[in-house]
């Protein structure tokens, strides 16, 4: 089954407003969160991360919530831009028997309107 | 700035045919990845490495094998390429706490 979970599949919001993003996932031994933005033809490019010893970490406009006891996390995007409108993939992962691989949501696709 | 590059940048292969998917990092990463993208499952991993001459199965490894002879190259290998194979894959690399991927910029692969 899918490991991580991304609920939405879209999602739209009027410029200047606040965008929550959610992700849900199953392994609690997942230790690293992280979101992705991918623009169409373009590869994706880590946004901001956070490690399971934080419930959240801010940077700029960006911010990550984690909630560990309910396997969730979420990007919430404040004063939202139309050039924020791409495809946001969350992602977790863990360091196990050196082995290091993360795992991907399906995605959510953010359009901010003008 | 971290440098992953792959090759083909898009492909048209037959079903049945033989496919090989390249890419090359010059970022000195231990840990090499191949997804496939997907419209409405994001990003599917298909193997993985973190040393050369040993792979790893990711989560939908089946049709597909994959090769790291060397620390800086990682193919994927379609021996029998199928419809249900049409897709963007991405390469990427990262080191060893594999905390940032660096994408490349993605094959287009149709199979006809």
């Known amino acids: 089954g899918q490991q991580v979970k991304q609920s939405s599949p879209s999602l739209t919001v009027q410029e200047g407003g606040i965008s929550i993003l959610n992700c849900d996932y199953e392994?609690?031994?997942?230790?690293?969160f992280a979101w992705y933005k991918k623009y169409p033809d373009n590869s994706p490019t880590l946004l901001i991360s956070?490690?399971?010893?934080?419930d959240k970490r801010e940077d700029g406009r960006l911010t990550v919530f984690l909630n560990k006891s309910g396997k969730h996390f979420s990007l919430h995007i404040t004063a939202s831009q139309p050039e924020d409108t791409a495809v946001y993939l969350c992602?977790?992962?863990?360091?196990?028997?050196?082995?290091?691989?993360?795992?991907f949501g399906e995605g959510t696709k953010l359009t901010v309107s003008s | 700035e971290a440098a992953v590059t792959q090759s083909p940048r898009s492909k048209v292969a037959v079903t049945g045919g033989k496919v090989t998917l390249s890419c090359h990092q010059t970022?000195?990463?231990?840990?090499m990845y191949w997804y496939r993208q997907d419209t409405g499952h994001g990003l599917r991993l298909i193997h993985y490495?973190?040393?050369?001459?040993?792979?790893e199965k990711g989560d939908i490894p089946d049709g597909y094998k994959a090769s790291r002879p060397s620390q800086e190259n990682f193919s994927l290998i379609l021996e029998l390429a199928s419809l249900s194979q049409t897709a963007v894959y991405f390469c990427?690399?990262?080191?060893?706490?594999?905390?940032?991927?660096?994408f490349g910029s993605g094959t287009r692969l149709t199979v006809l």
């Open positions: 990427a690399s990262s080191g060893l706490s594999a905390e940032t991927l660096y």
């Open positions: 392994n609690d031994m997942f230790d690293y």
């Open positions: 956070v490690r399971s010893n934080v």
């Open positions: 992602a977790a992962g863990m360091n196990q028997g050196g082995s290091a691989k993360l795992i």
């Open positions: 970022n000195n990463h231990d840990y």
């Open positions: 490495s973190y040393v050369a001459d040993s792979t």
